[in-house]
């Protein structure tokens, strides 16, 4: 991991829900991350759940981001069946 003194930015996201991959865990928990000015990610905000949000906040994320894909309620249970607003 030499290129990670020159790493201003690592950006996870793209490729599904992030809080799914223990990959992800990993990286945003290890030591080496710690010197990464900026790690960020989006996510769905569904599995953020008191267990989740505590690893978050003891990780080495700076930024997290929710996508909300509809504001009204219909809208987003058509596409999300298993995911709700009212959480």
Not at 28 to 35: A, F, G, L, Q, V
Not at 53 to 77: C, F, M, P, W, Y
Request: charged share 25%; aromatic share 6%; proline share 3%.
């Amino acid at each position: 991991m030499s290129f990670l003194p020159y790493l201003e930015r690592l950006s996870l996201y793209g490729l599904g829900e992030p809080l799914l991959s223990e990959i992800f865990w990993t990286i945003i928990e290890h030591e080496n991350t710690k010197d990464i000015p900026n790690v960020d990610i989006n996510s769905n905000g569904t599995l953020l759940n008191e267990k989740n949000v505590d690893r978050l906040l003891h990780s080495n994320l700076n930024a997290l981001r929710i996508s909300i894909e509809g504001a009204q309620h219909l809208k987003h249970t058509r596409k999300f069946a298993a995911a709700t607003l009212r959480k």
